[in-house]
Every structure is written in C-alpha cells, then in structure tokens.
C-alpha cells in the first residue's frame, strides 16, 4: 500500500509494533526444552492480548500463529510439540498479523544460547546485509539493484542467497505489490520502489542451497542442497531518503 494519511501510518505502525513486540519476546522467551508449539501459542498469546491476528492463519490458515524454523528448515516451519530446542539450535521466527484492518510482517534468525554448531557469523551476515539493504532502498531505486546488492553482499561474505524466496508490499494485506523483492538480481524485474510505499524486506542468506523446496507436509520449506539459512525482516516505508523503519522495536540490530 502506499500510506496517503496520518491514519494510515499510525495503522501501519500499530500493526507493526504488535509483530515486532510479538517477536522481541518470543526471542526472548524461548529456551532449551520448551517445543516449538509452546513457543508459537506464546506468541499467538501476546498477538491476541495487542488485539492483532495472525496473518499465515487468517490467509492461508497455516497451522500455527508463527512460523517458527529450526537449523536445517529454512522457512514456513509447523510449530510442534515433538520439535523440542535445544542448546545451539539456528532459530527463525517470522511473525506477521493482522490489527485493525492492517498488516504488518518480520522476523529474525537467531542461535539458541551458546553457538556450539557455529551459525552465528550466518546470522550476522543477514542481518547485516539487511541493513545494507534497506539503507540504500529509496523512491525510484530498481528493486532488482536491491537484490544485487543483496547477493553482491551474501558472495563476499562466502555465502548464496535463496532465490526462490522474497519480500513484497503489504499493508492491506499480506502480500501486495511489489509481490516479489527478490535475493538477486532479476533482470526481468524493472520495478521500481515508489515514494511512501510499505514493503517488507527480508533477507534469506545461505551456508550452501539457492532454492527452497517444499516438504511433505506442505508448508516446510528446506534447501535444495541443505545447509542452513539465514532470514531477518523488516516493514518498512520507502522514502526520498532513508526509509522509515516500522518494525524497529524487534530489536534485530540491538
């Protein structure tokens, strides 16, 4: 959506501190032992008490408030009562929902405790380049010169990018135009980002795979060569300049 009033920013905005603050504690609250299913009804919880409904259940009734991703899963992950964390485990959360008629979408990779396995200098890397990105996004930038840059960052850095995964607008819904923001540089693409537009940028940097393949539940998405990957995101609104951060209270870049 493109936000025209001071109501529509306040709206985004309200949606957009419910998803982050949703995500900040599920971060926080997770542990080793607890299953992933009592960390997503967590956060169905606090979703629920901010008065936002979850957007992978209201648009394609997902069985879980969240989607919560664990080492070798790269997205879309089915929160579990047989998935239980442990020490070391590579996290991703991504919350998205629903609050008063608009929509906002985040989410973080993290490592559980101590990075026994080592996945931290991944988990650095997307946020990072994240960051990079985001900051040289702005009205009239090629959103595939985005993708470059995001690719361009993940190579030096001795890592791919999932290429079959992306951001997109949202706003008044989930997914909105521009529907794909994609890791790389897609020279079809030649959209540009527009002034005052809400977009979700995520990055999906990986140890070894470039497309996410579809498990057998329908939902689990794992790389078509394995490894690990990496995802955090942000809404945010395209300016003239530097671009508006809507979801900063997550504390990604804490």
Request: glycine share 12%; with cysteine; hydrophobic share 35%.
């Amino acid at each position: 959506m493109s936000i025209t009033t001071e109501d529509e920013r306040i709206g985004i905005q309200q949606a957009s501190d419910a998803v982050a603050i949703t995500l900040k504690k599920m971060r926080e609250f997770a542990r080793p032992g607890i299953s992933t299913k009592e960390l997503d009804e967590y956060g169905g919880q606090l979703l629920a008490q901010m008065g936002a409904h979850s957007a992978p259940l209201l648009t394609y009734d997902f069985p879980g408030h969240t989607c919560i991703s664990i080492n070798e899963e790269a997205a879309h992950g089915i929160p579990s009562a047989e998935k239980i964390l442990k020490e070391g485990d590579l996290i991703n959360i991504d919350v998205s929902a629903e609050l008063n008629g608009y929509w906002a979408d985040n989410g973080g990779s993290f490592v559980l405790g101590k990075d026994i396995h080592g996945h931290g200098k991944l988990v650095e890397a997307s946020k990072e380049i994240l960051k990079k990105a985001i900051s040289n996004i702005k009205g009239g930038v090629r959103i595939s010169e985005i993708g470059r840059l995001i690719e361009t960052e993940a190579k030096k850095a001795g890592y791919t990018v999932i290429k079959n995964l992306t951001g997109h607008g949202v706003g008044r819904s989930l997914h909105e135009e521009p529907h794909e923001i994609a890791n790389f540089c897609d020279r079809y693409n030649t959209t540009r980002f527009k002034k005052n537009s809400v977009v979700a940028i995520e990055t999906f940097i990986s140890t070894r795979s470039t497309i996410a393949d579809t498990q057998a539940d329908g939902w689990t998405l794992t790389g078509n060569k394995g490894g690990f990957v990496a995802q955090h995101e942000h809404t945010i609104m395209v300016t003239g300049g530097e671009p508006f951060i809507f979801t900063a209270q997550n504390g990604i870049w804490d």
